[in-house]
């Protein structure tokens, strides 16, 4: 194909893709038809850039043209969740000088009526009103930010967590980068995360804070590669104190010969954390911030792989939904898992590190009760420097889990539900048992 041609393709599968975008930010995930159609479009648009890029790509244009996409949904609301109207709800309570874990939403209103300086507009928008908070102290610094400079306009704090969260997509970015070429890997695959549908709209769109996990997580991930354990430690620090998945990376780091019994590492993760949850022990505030976790891990139920299949099997033996069993006992399977993964791959060498951290995320995900697509993102990027395929298929896979929202109530079904986990399935064969035929891919 000539170079004009290939031109001529890129461009017009850019526009595509922009315009995929700028029509899912305003399409309700209640229509899940016409969803997926511009999904499958902008994700196509993607690969097409893809493939037909060079080995070698330039920095600059790269960058501003993800900094494009991401601007096509800066100025809609979140249409796909709710979670944007408790963030700022909880940054509205720190702007005015409440612990966002003393109270509930309700509880919230009912000692201070409507009229209150909380905009009402956010309390109609949430979508767990008697749930205390379960977002971190780190994660609300955030919050607060946004509302400190919306000034209780919802659509300024909105604007002002976009332009928060597009700082760490462009650090994210960097990073990749710098991390690829570390690799000697061909500079194109940035293009697999920085142009992905899933994460501009999770992150931009959305509000989710995941970008933030994956920029600390490779941070983490950089300074390792310059023997900067004690800068490692504290950005793993970081990532845990925004999020407290990441705590699942500890076996890793721990068997791993380069960090095990560095004091720099474990003693800057511990001040990072330590910091980052200090906020729980001052405002007293750790009851309730644990209570919303155990709720969150014994009631809830979502888009579920393997989980769905354990629960089938408890209706059958109990005769009820035995989540609050399962969810236990799939938490020690993850440590037990972890901890055996990591003990055997504790002699991989630095560029088989996010492979190792991929495998300890695959673990945690296939058992749990709950998995909204933005928590793939940490994973996703992390893939783009490992040749592995899982993530970036479960990225188009996960538009099928907002099927649920076409119905009223919330309902799943199971053809979509194979459908996504059919495409894991295809990456679980392509990364662990076709180890040859995937890296002849060049993916």
Not at 43 to 62: P, T
Not at 153 to 167: C, D, E, H, N
Not at 253 to 260: A, I, N, P, T, Y
Not at 277 to 294: A, H, K
């Amino acid at each position: 194909m000539s170079d004009p041609v290939k031109r001529g393709f890129k461009v017009a599968s850019g526009l595509l893709l922009a315009g995929a975008l700028v029509l899912l930010a305003q399409v309700p995930r209640e229509n899940f038809g016409l969803t997926v159609l511009l999904f499958s479009l902008a994700f196509g648009g993607m690969l097409v850039i893809y493939l037909l890029a060079s080995e070698e790509v330039d920095f600059k244009r790269l960058l501003l043209l993800g900094i494009v996409l991401r601007g096509c949904l800066f100025f809609f609301e979140p249409n796909w969740s709710e979670d944007g109207a408790r963030f700022l709800w909880d940054g509205e309570l720190l702007r005015e000088g409440y612990n966002p874990y003393g109270l509930t939403p309700t509880q919230v209103l009912e000692q201070q009526g409507e009229g209150s300086g909380l905009n009402t507009q956010l309390f109609q928008d949430l979508n767990s009103p008697n749930y205390y908070s379960v977002y971190t102290p780190l994660n609300q610094a955030f919050f607060w930010l946004g509302a400190l400079v919306g000034q209780g306009s919802v659509a300024q704090g909105y604007l002002a967590m976009r332009g928060m969260l597009l700082l760490g997509e462009i650090g994210v970015f960097y990073l990749l980068w710098s991390l690829l070429a570390r690799f000697e890997l061909p500079q194109k695959r940035i293009l697999l995360y920085w142009f992905n549908p899933l994460v501009i709209l999770e992150v931009m769109g959305n509000l989710h804070f995941e970008g933030f996990v994956l920029l600390f997580l490779l941070a983490s991930l950089g300074s390792l590669s310059r023997k900067k354990l004690g800068w490692s430690g504290a950005f793993w620090g970081l990532a845990l104190g925004l999020k407290l998945l990441p705590f699942l990376l500890a076996p890793a780091f721990f068997f791993w010969k380069g960090v095990r019994t560095s004091l720099q590492f474990w003693g800057m993760a511990a001040v990072v954390l330590v910091l980052a949850f200090l906020p729980l022990v001052y405002w007293n505030s750790w009851e309730n911030f644990l209570q919303s976790l155990q709720l969150y891990q014994g009631k809830f139920e979502f888009n579920a792989s393997l989980y769905y299949l354990f629960r089938a099997l408890g209706y059958e033996l109990a005769g009820f939904n035995t989540i609050w069993y399962l969810t236990k006992i799939g938490m020690v399977i993850t440590l037990l898992g972890a901890v055996w993964i990591s003990w055997k791959r504790s002699k991989a060498s630095l560029f088989e590190i996010p492979s190792v951290w991929l495998q300890l995320y695959l673990i945690y995900f296939l058992l749990q009760p709950v998995v909204h697509p933005w928590y793939l993102l940490p994973g996703l990027g992390l893939s783009i420097l490992s040749r592995q395929w899982t993530f970036l298929l479960w990225s188009f896979g996960a538009i099928f889990s907002y099927q649920a929202y076409s119905q009223n109530p919330v309902q799943e079904q199971t053809l979509f539900l194979g459908l996504e986990y059919g495409l894991v399935l295809v990456g679980l064969y392509l990364d662990y048992f076709r180890k040859q035929r995937t890296a002849t891919l060049g993916l």
